[in-house]
């Protein structure tokens, strides 16, 4: 083999890892945007409520005119279902804003369990049950952080990317 064709087969060679080292950047790239803009299984189901018009408010900032709406409705006997399709929000969201609108009431104004479930047209079982699930939240949340079993990623994407880098330049030492 001659000096030329060396040196033909060689910029051959650093063109080719040149094109590696940009697809492999590139998918590096594309893989961490993906990661970081990925959405969960409850934003994916907030956004298919939002394209129906009966719940196109789903998950969005209470106003306190339609707080003021759900309550002169719970007043007049108006079923959540009633009152979901006239606010654009799902009957579960309608639940919860009384249920914490009954556990204010028991807060700010003293009320036992069921005269605050009373004023909200709940049972005192929702807001029993909604206390309790929250109290095993925290309870979770306080437990992890107290363990230190809270896996806290240090890894940003620089790091994944460093690594990528050094992944290609092995790859580049064999060839």
């Not at 961490?32 to 189901?45: A, D, G, H, R, V």
């Not at 209470?62 to 007043?75: G, H, K, V």
């Not at 004023?119 to 049950?129: I, R, Y």
């Given at each position: 083999m001659n000096l030329i064709s060396l040196y033909h087969n060689l910029h051959y060679v650093n063109v080719y890892k040149n094109y590696l080292y940009y697809i492999y950047s590139k998918k590096a790239h594309i893989?961490?945007?993906?990661?970081?803009?990925?959405?969960?299984?409850?934003?994916?189901?907030?956004?298919?409520?939002?394209?129906?018009?009966?719940?196109?408010?789903?998950?969005l900032k209470w106003e306190q005119d339609e707080d003021d709406q759900l309550m002169r409705m719970i007043s007049d006997g108006v079923t959540h279902t009633d009152i979901a399709k006239t606010l654009s929000r799902s009957e579960g969201s309608i639940k919860t804003r009384l249920i914490l609108f009954g556990i204010n009431k028991m807060e700010k104004d003293g009320l036992t369990i069921e005269d605050a479930a009373s004023t909200v047209n709940l049972t005192d079982k929702d807001l029993t049950e909604y206390l309790e699930r929250k109290a095993l939240r925290e309870d979770r949340r306080h437990n992890k952080t107290a363990s230190g079993s809270r896996h806290q990623s240090t890894v940003s994407n620089a790091d994944i990317y460093d690594l990528l880098m050094k992944i290609n330049k092995k790859l580049d030492s064999r060839s």
């Amino acid at each position: 083999m001659n000096l030329i064709s060396l040196y033909h087969n060689l910029h051959y060679v650093n063109v080719y890892k040149n094109y590696l080292y940009y697809i492999y950047s590139k998918k590096a790239h594309i893989i961490l945007t993906n990661i970081n803009t990925m959405p969960s299984k409850f934003q994916e189901m907030l956004r298919t409520q939002r394209l129906n018009d009966e719940t196109s408010r789903a998950g969005l900032k209470w106003e306190q005119d339609e707080d003021d709406q759900l309550m002169r409705m719970i007043s007049d006997g108006v079923t959540h279902t009633d009152i979901a399709k006239t606010l654009s929000r799902s009957e579960g969201s309608i639940k919860t804003r009384l249920i914490l609108f009954g556990i204010n009431k028991m807060e700010k104004d003293g009320l036992t369990i069921e005269d605050a479930a009373s004023t909200v047209n709940l049972t005192d079982k929702d807001l029993t049950e909604y206390l309790e699930r929250k109290a095993l939240r925290e309870d979770r949340r306080h437990n992890k952080t107290a363990s230190g079993s809270r896996h806290q990623s240090t890894v940003s994407n620089a790091d994944i990317y460093d690594l990528l880098m050094k992944i290609n330049k092995k790859l580049d030492s064999r060839s």
